[in-house]
């Protein structure tokens, strides 16, 4: 049992250091760090992402299944970090897992873990994360463009708008506008980043974007005429910046 956890710990303590990010739900891992392990399970780069929202753009919506990937990419090279922050229905977030070295002693995580020697260790890591301890969830941007294209919207608002799902799928759309709120301030930098990108892929929707609590915006000032979102999982998932509902 020990070598498994020698194999996967020994030697590398990456996120065994002291630091904290400032607010995020992992705090004991520096932002630095946090990016590197990011890195290692998902290693999509700028072009990779750019690849994905091209293919995005000629995906055939009637041949789509739950299986179909296609934009996850995207919204992933600049939330997935923040979705790893998040923490999952066992009460940890991912950076809080790896650092639990104790709860790795179970058995059935150390069996877990067995089966996948020889693979990098935050991927295989990340794997039994999210068979214990449930994924994260992604709104695709294909399911966006599926209901975009059903309801021909003018102006989307998103009241909860998470990791970019829904405003990458507008934007392949081009659809007039989209409106997106988040109380996560820590996802201002990624989706800058990610509206930066979609703007010079030559996307015509015109994007505004807050990071406040929705339930704090006056919506008589808003021109709307579709809400499409993705709400909190009471207890299931907890972002950065909301508190546990006990
Ligand atoms: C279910 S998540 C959305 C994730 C979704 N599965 C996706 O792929 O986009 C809900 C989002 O609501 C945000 N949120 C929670 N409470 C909020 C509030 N009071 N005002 C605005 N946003 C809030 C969280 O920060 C989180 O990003």
Redesign the pocket.
């Known amino acids: 049992m020990n070598t498994v956890i020698s194999y996967l710990f020994g030697g590398d303590n990456l996120y065994l250091q002291g630091g904290g990010n400032g607010g995020g739900n992992g705090g004991g891992v520096k932002k630095s760090q946090k990016e590197e392990i990011a890195t290692k399970i998902k290693n999509i780069t700028e072009e990779d992402a750019i690849r994905d929202y091209e293919k995005l753009k000629h995906a055939d919506l009637n041949k789509i299944t739950n299986e179909t990937r296609t934009g996850n990419k995207f919204?992933d090279h600049f939330?997935f970090l923040?979705r790893l922050e998040?923490v999952s229905k066992k009460g940890m977030s991912y950076f809080e897992f790896i650092k639990d070295t104790e709860y790795h002693k179970k058995r059935y995580i150390q069996n877990l873990l067995n089966y996948q020697k020889g693979e990098d260790k935050h991927v295989a890591l990340y794997r039994v994360f999210k068979l214990h301890c449930g994924s994260?969830?992604?709104?695709?941007p294909l399911t966006a463009m599926e209901l975009y294209n059903k309801f021909k919207p003018n102006t989307v608002l998103d009241?909860?708008?998470?990791?970019?799902?829904?405003l990458v799928g507008a934007c392949v759309l081009d659809i007039p506008k989209y409106i997106g709120?988040?109380?996560?301030k820590q996802?201002k930098e990624p989706y800058n980043k990610m509206v930066k990108l979609l703007k010079n892929q030559g996307t015509k929707t015109k994007i505004k974007l807050m990071f406040?609590?929705?339930?704090?915006v006056d919506y008589s000032k808003l021109d709307y005429d579709c809400v499409l979102?993705?709400?909190?999982?009471y207890n299931l998932?907890v972002?950065?910046?909301?508190k546990s509902k006990n």
């Open positions: 919204v939330t923040e998040t994260i969830g992604l709104f695709k009241f909860t708008m998470g990791w970019g799902g829904r709120i988040d109380s996560n996802l406040k609590d929705a339930l704090k979102t993705s709400p909190p999982y998932e972002y950065t910046g909301t």
